[in-house]
């Protein structure tokens, strides 16, 4: 089965340093979307991804964050000037049409550590 | 604010113990319902969805689900747990307005003893 890949499984960075993670959608997927889970906190939805530009954003997507699609399988988040409350794990998704049609496919995750 | 909740945020059952794993939600109008499963070390993956027809969805592994729209609920259930059931279960709405953000629930630490 078709798998959405995420690198680096572990990230550990310094507070006010930038990082990308880096996510390989399913192929023939079309939608994007980034999540997170903070350490035994909810899974939160960040952003959602379609036809080259952001379709919906959380309260959290802040300027600090950013997503692109640099070319035409990888999907990245970058965030900027990472902070301690940054640390969580990344999950990115893919699904092949539009919600509510299509469930969520999920990578491994992310686990981002600010220190 | 939109809003789901999961009663529950650690069970632990014995095996072929039976299980439900109550979700509500706060959204109002048409919704979609999911339940994700992760098992550890792996990825969250669908375990089953509801859209519309009969409130009574089945998925995967034995797990079903049940809608019931006058109390905004969708709680999961199996009659029997087995071990390999132990995991973190979450459950999940979005509208059916074509919109793209999918809310998760706080999710719920399964257990099973063997």
């Known amino acids: 089965e078709p798998e959405v890949t995420q690198t680096p499984s572990h990230q550990v960075t310094q507070m006010g340093q930038e990082v990308i993670l880096r996510c390989v959608p399913i192929?023939?997927?079309?939608?994007f979307y980034w999540y997170r889970q903070i350490l035994g906190q909810k899974v939160e939805f960040l952003v959602s991804?379609?036809?080259?530009?952001?379709?919906?954003k959380s309260e959290i997507f802040d300027d600090q964050f950013s997503v692109e699609r640099p070319d035409g399988s990888n999907f990245t988040l970058k965030i900027r000037s990472t902070k301690l409350e940054d640390s969580a794990m990344y999950f990115c998704?893919?699904?092949?049409?539009?919600?509510?049609?299509?469930?969520?496919?999920f990578g491994n995750g992310t686990r981002l550590t600010v220190t | 604010a939109q809003s789901v909740s999961q009663h529950n945020h650690h069970v632990i059952l014995s095996e072929a113990a039976s299980l439900e794993l109550g979700c509500n939600y706060s959204?109002?109008?048409?919704?979609?319902l999911f339940w994700y499963v992760q098992y550890p070390g792996q990825h969250l993956q669908l375990l089953l969805k509801?859209?519309?027809?009969?409130?009574l969805v089945k998925g995967i592994k034995g797990f079903e689900a049940e809608f019931i729209k006058s109390k905004f609920s969708f709680n999961l259930r199996k009659p029997s747990v087995q071990w390999s059931d132990t995991a973190e279960y979450f459950c999940?709405?979005?509208?059916?307005?074509?919109?793209?953000?999918?809310?998760f629930g706080a999710g719920t630490r399964l257990f099973v003893k063997a």
């Open positions: 998704a893919s699904s092949d049409i539009g919600q509510p049609n299509s469930p969520l496919h």
């Open positions: 192929s023939n997927h079309l939608y």
């Open positions: 991804f379609y036809n080259n530009e952001i379709s919906e």
């Open positions: 959204y109002g109008g048409t919704v979609n």
């Open positions: 509801y859209f519309s027809g009969d409130p």
């Open positions: 999940a709405v979005n509208r059916d307005t074509g919109g793209f953000k999918t809310i």
